[in-house]
């Protein structure tokens, strides 16, 4: 089955800059026929040149599953005012900047949830793109209720890259398995991948490009039910002969439909256009995007609970989270190393000229949107610490990558002086 894919980078006022770290298990190949998961694989034990991974990415794809799936009737709890303030101290002088929501799940049976500004909602850059994943796998699920003919559709529907991928500088890995070839760049028009390899690359790499053709399949699934993928010609035929206003409607119906369905606010949460500028230039846009810390924690807790759409929708989305390569932004800080981090990233910055000011990455003055999405199971394989951090800033001048990484290092710190009991005794007696 041979379709076209493609998405690039939007630009409005600022520069959306995706995450650039890598997920999936490391020996999910065989399962998905995600190539690049074989070459990360085969670096890690030193058979081809690359990085070795940090002992929290190692986890087998048998390990990496729902924690929640015996809490399926557990809602947000009440924020609790003592852990709230210790989450709420960690933000300095600036934390009318921030939405912030923490989820304390090491004793499931007792969480205990902190929460500031829990509804302040902005543009949440790439973390949308999780909406762009609930939408395509509630088509799947829809659609083929039968898991083995989702994972036949996903791992079958081979993707060609056309002008919906215009344009993206973010590069991906393109592996070939026979040759052991591994070419990092942007996605082009022509090149081929499964349903389930760009889905990799817009939640790994976090590739704009593979975002907005995802988006263009989902749309397509919803338009021709079992007869999906159609062919070539008529994808191009229903893109440019089908009025703009039923293209939006179809958008709406592909994208906010399975968030309402699924318990969410669309006044909180929502992706409303593509990520690339051709994209919404053949599909008006919908309204804002925006997301708020509140809405995003509730996305992570109706997944580990199987209740994005189901148990193998939600499973396979966070899959798909787990960082298998490069940590960048919350998830790169040094304590997190032992454990397995499911992150997205995302941000949005503007600048203006000002005196004694320079602008860079991830510091504007005008807007300096940083957003993550995070669980954190510590250590990797013994989960000693679960909890999930919901994080949107927009603190100006300030380097948000790296205010969110201290912030990772601080959140961690918190965690784990509320579980003393926990800890191993030796590492007790030491601290005493």
């Not at 089908?242 to 309402?260: G, H, M, S, V």
Request: aromatic fraction near 8%; charged fraction near 25%.
């Amino acid at each position: 089955m041979n379709k076209n894919i493609g998405v690039g980078i939007a630009l409005a006022l600022g520069s959306i800059l995706p995450a650039l770290t890598q997920a999936y298990p490391l020996d999910g190949y065989a399962e998905t026929g995600i190539r690049r998961l074989e070459a990360s694989r085969l670096a890690h034990e030193g058979a081809i040149k690359g990085s070795k991974q940090p002992a929290g990415a190692l986890l087998a794809t048998d390990q990496v599953d729902l924690r929640l799936l015996d809490h399926a009737s557990l809602e947000l709890p009440a924020a609790d005012p003592k852990f709230s303030k210790q989450i709420t101290s960690l933000l300095g002088g600036n934390d009318e900047r921030y939405g912030i929501a923490v989820l304390d799940l090491s004793d499931p049976s007792n969480p205990r949830y902190a929460e500031h500004r829990g509804d302040y909602k902005q543009n949440v850059g790439s973390v949308g793109k999780l909406a762009v994943a609930l939408a395509l796998f509630q088509a799947l699920a829809d659609i083929w209720p039968d898991e083995m003919d989702r994972i036949r559709v996903l791992k079958g529907t081979v993707v060609t890259a056309d002008e919906f991928s215009h344009s993206d500088h973010h590069t991906v890995r393109i592996f070939d398995v026979d040759t052991r070839k591994l070419v990092r760049r942007p996605i082009k028009d022509g090149d081929r991948a499964t349903l389930w390899e760009y889905l990799d690359w817009m939640l790994s790499p976090s590739s704009n490009s593979a975002a907005g053709m995802l988006m263009r399949e989902a749309m397509l699934m919803r338009q021709y039910g079992k007869d999906y993928p159609p062919p070539e010609a008529e994808i191009a035929r229903f893109f440019d002969s089908t009025p703009k206003k039923e293209l939006t409607a179809l958008f709406e119906k592909t994208f906010f439909e399975p968030l309402t369905r699924n318990g969410f606010d669309l006044e909180h949460f929502r992706q409303a256009s593509f990520f690339t500028a051709r994209g919404k230039a053949k599909v008006p846009s919908a309204g804002n995007s925006y997301a708020t810390a509140r809405q995003l924690m509730k996305f992570g807790l109706r997944m580990e609970q199987g209740r994005l759409v189901d148990e193998f929708s939600s499973r396979q989305i966070k899959r798909l989270l787990y960082v298998t390569e490069r940590r960048i932004r919350y998830a790169s800080s040094p304590a997190l190393k032992d454990a397995a981090v499911y992150f997205k990233s995302g941000s949005l910055y503007q600048c203006k000229k000002e005196a004694g000011f320079s602008c860079g990455k991830y510091k504007g003055n005008v807007k300096n949107y940083m957003n993550s999405f995070a669980i954190v199971e510590s250590p990797a394989g013994d989960r000693r610490l679960h909890y999930m951090v919901m994080l949107i800033s927009n603190v100006l001048r300030k380097n948000s990558a790296s205010d969110h990484q201290t912030l990772a290092t601080q959140i961690q710190k918190v965690i784990d002086e509320n579980h003393p009991a926990t800890r191993p005794a030796l590492e007790r007696a030491g601290t005493q």
